[in-house]
């Protein structure tokens, strides 16, 4: 009984420790996702993740994301890819966007409303033959 009762104690602290981010859920960019029509739907979340791939020479140079958030809620959105010289990519979303030196930015998010973002390649680096993309989101304190 002692031991079962370890067990179920050690359990319920590990279920209650684990943050919301662990349930986090990745997206896979679904060719065609081109343009606003075609866009792949996302759900924003804390900790979400779109796994994407640019490629200007095989007519692939941005992919349209669309979401409809069910509260009002500020999050990060960030973009991660290779930095390999000569090449960037870019996150943008209505007059939010990403640089070469800035990989995210935060927005203020309104219920019920469609959002449509889309990752843009602007520069490659055929080189390094890396086009992969990650976007991530993050929800922040109000």
Do not use: C, W
Request: proline share 3%; aromatic share 14%.
């Amino acid at each position: 009984m002692k031991k079962f009762a370890t067990t179920g104690l050690l359990a319920l602290t590990l279920v209650l420790s684990t943050s919301a981010s662990a349930f986090a859920a990745v997206y896979h960019d679904n060719e065609p996702n081109n343009n606003r029509d075609s866009a792949n739907i996302f759900h924003v979340a804390d900790g979400n993740q779109i796994n994407g791939k640019l490629d200007r020479n095989n007519g692939d140079q941005q992919d349209y994301y669309k979401f409809t958030p069910t509260v009002d809620q500020k999050v990060r959105f960030q973009l991660a890819y290779s930095k390999a010289p000569k090449q960037e990519f870019k996150l943008i979303l209505g007059s939010n966007e990403t640089t070469l030196t800035k990989d995210y930015f935060d927005v203020n998010l309104v219920a019920g409303r469609e959002y449509i973002f889309k990752v843009e390649g602007h520069s490659y680096n055929y080189d390094y033959n890396n086009f992969n993309y990650s976007v991530y989101t993050y929800v922040l304190p109000n």
